[in-house]
């Protein structure tokens, strides 16, 4: 059986090819779409979870749409038939409110397991009393990831906290998952990351707390993640890769407005 970073990987696929052929009265709209409420039959739960390793019982829901059920696995939201044989991913539109149900959903979900996820699994830049909060999702080798860290000083100076999990893109064993595992030994994670990023070779001995990089890097697939570096606001958006502090501040504060707009 397919592990379930498959599912993650086959939905944000989905989801890309179909934000560039929806039409264009379909355009999503902040709205609040509340957790698919209904008994799920217990024998369709047990279908369902036999078929998608890594689902759980409490993760299916009823959906919008008759005969299918909402699975959230991680940050993923896929739709699965009451037998447990057909799955479909994408985005399910409201057409009579040109709301994207899916992606609403989604949002929240991202949004509860980011502030579930545990910061001694993050490197932290910037106050806890923070007004603005992102979590982006780094690769020491990246580029991108590495002018975006260049900034961090400029960030925490317009308010923006930022909170660093690991995201080798080239996977375990690689030289990239090298350099992360000897940010993480360091002592001072901080002063090891932002060294790293600068190109400065640590020569950190691997120890038993690396085995946090695979934590991250799988909570990062489950959130759709693909490239890097990728940011995360509190409302569970997926706001893009590298920006400038002002257009990150704009980013956030575009995301927050349409989180309250929404209540």
């Known amino acids: 059986m397919r592990p379930v970073h ?50 759980r019982p409490e993760d299916v829901a009823q959906s919008p749409v008759p005969g299918l059920y909402e699975v959230t696995i991680g940050g993923t939201i896929v ?15 409201d057409l009579e409110t040109q709301v994207n ?18 910061e001694d699994q993050m490197i932290t830049f910037g106050p806890a009393s923070s007004k603005m909060t992102v979590t982006v999702f ?9 002018r975006f860290h260049n900034q961090i000083a400029e960030m ?26 000897a940010v993480w030994c360091s002592k001072d994670r901080r002063d090891a990351l932002t060294r790293a990023k600068k190109g400065e070779e640590l020569k950190t001995k691997s120890c038993a707390e690396a085995e946090s990089i695979k934590t991250q890097w799988a909570f990062g697939e489950d959130l759709g993640v693909e490239g890097t570096p990728a940011i995360f ?28 707009a929404a209540r």
């Open 138 to 146: 780094t690769d020491i080798d990246c580029g991108f990831c590495r």
């Open 156 to 181: 925490n100076k317009a308010g923006v906290r930022v909170r660093y999990m690991m995201f080798p893109r080239t996977g375990p064993g690689t030289e990239s998952w090298r350099k992360a595992e």
């Open 101 to 118: 149900l899916t992606s609403a959903r989604r949002s929240a979900v991202r949004a509860k397991a980011l502030a579930a996820a545990r």
């Open 79 to 93: 739709y699965v038939s009451a037998d447990g044989r057909h799955l479909v991913t994408g985005n399910v539109y």
């Open 233 to 260: 606001t509190q409302t569970g958006d997926y706001i893009g890769g590298f920006m400038t502090p002002d257009q990150l501040v704009q980013a956030i504060q575009e995301t927050q407005r349409a989180a309250t």
């Open 6 to 55: 498959f599912y993650a990987s086959a939905l944000a696929s989905a989801v890309l090819g179909l934000a560039l052929t929806a039409p264009v009265h379909a355009q999503d709209k902040p709205a609040k779409v509340p957790a698919p409420k209904g008994a799920v039959p217990a024998d369709v739960r047990a279908r369902v979870v036999a078929k998608l390793p890594g689902a």
